[in-house]
């Protein structure tokens, strides 16, 4: 009878032998690893990961812009982008906002309220002129739409707001568009 070696003893596919301290290494790192998946599910849960929205105020002249926009978004992801315009006595005449003509590249618009009386483009802004509130000091603008694709980050752009032709208040902000 032949006398098997340690080596013939073990089956095809049992593992290697491994250290203690090889396998106290393992454990570690699929602790950590499970630690980065549970962090990443609860920040996911918390909306860190999400669509953010900021705003901006200005005021000058004696008129508040006030920009909210998106700052963070994804392609594919509905936007609201809203501007609110308050004057201490009414509004005395049509109410132009004029935003960098590129950014508006950004977003499929496909809903504006109220409708603009017009809308033009120069080189490099796009203006719409709006019909004053009847009453009121303050007048609101709300555009829906969603993120193009192929936009990631753009400049930062500026609305201005002018009332009856005389310019008032401006805001800069920026939006990134995360993959």
Known sequence: ???MTRQAQRAPTDPEP???KQ?????????IMLGVL???LVLGALDVFGAWTRTVTSTANGVTLTVTY???TRPGLPIRWEFTVTRPGGFSGPISLRTSFDYTHLFDISNLEPDARS??????????TFDPPSAGETFRVT???????GFHELPPVT???????????SVTYRTIVVP
């Open 159 to 169: 609305t201005s707001v002018s009332i009856a032709g005389a310019d008032t208040a």
């Open 70 to 72: 998106p700052a963070v």
């Open 143 to 149: 555009m829906d739409g969603n993120t193009e694709p």
């Open 119 to 128: 809308a033009t483009a120069t080189g490099s802004d796009v203006v719409y």
């Open 18 to 20: 491994t250290s203690p």
């Open 38 to 40: 549970v962090l990443f």
């Open 23 to 31: 396998l106290r290494r393992q454990r570690l790192e699929r602790r």
């Open 1 to 3: 009878m032949a006398v």
